[in-house]
């Protein structure tokens, strides 16, 4: 791939990535508890078009952006871009399998409103189906948060040996003054901090929260670079 379609690749793929995560943080509410089930039901259900459209540009988008960032391999010396890349790849196909868990989400949702409305008429076999389909989203979302988890921390690991790897080269972005380098390793470790330390002490929001401020600085790195490598000749 040429330096054109490495730029392209490397910052589309990651806009439409975030703004596949933002219209997906929308639907099920910027303030629901990762562990208030109902309400993430309820949201998935009244938003299943909106979590479908998401999905894709999430998928989509990662798919681009591992393309351009594997393709990057070589502008730094030394091992630790090689480890890097690998460490976010690896994230990438995490989240785009945890997506799943998502499109299932909704799935359940439309099954636990008709249910709900149901049981609120006092119909016994749709009062057992709520408390069915509670539990099973209750583990579905337990195992997304999870891989979400993991997917964060690989890629914190990702960007902090990419920052180190990029320190050590010349390759500037778009706006030149500012250090590549610095900043993919700022945007690992608040990655890692996030999912290592405040998600089990603190709490998962928070720590989502936290990651959201790596993820809008990895697509400030990612569109600065890309940017720079479709102009360069």
Known sequence: MNSKGTGLTLSIGVVLGIVGYILWQLTIG???????????????ASGATSIQIASILIVVGLVIHAAGLIST???????????????????????IASSAFGLALAEMGEKYVAASAAAASGHA???AAVGGIQIAAGFTQSANVA???????LAGIGWVCMGIAYRGSDAKGFLSFVPLGWMALIQGLILI???????PVVSVDTASQISGIAFLLITCWSVMRGVKLINSK
């Open 125 to 127: 076999p749709s009062i």
């Open 30 to 44: 910027f303030d629901t508890k990762a562990d208030d089930v109902a309400t993430i039901l309820q949201n998935s």
């Open 147 to 153: 891989a979400s988890t993991l997917g964060g921390l």
């Open 73 to 95: 391999r070589g502008t730094a010396p030394g091992t630790s871009e090689t480890i890097g890349i690998t460490c976010i790849v690896a994230a990438i196909v995490v989240w």
């Open 193 to 199: 901090v996030a999912n290592l330390i405040i998600s």
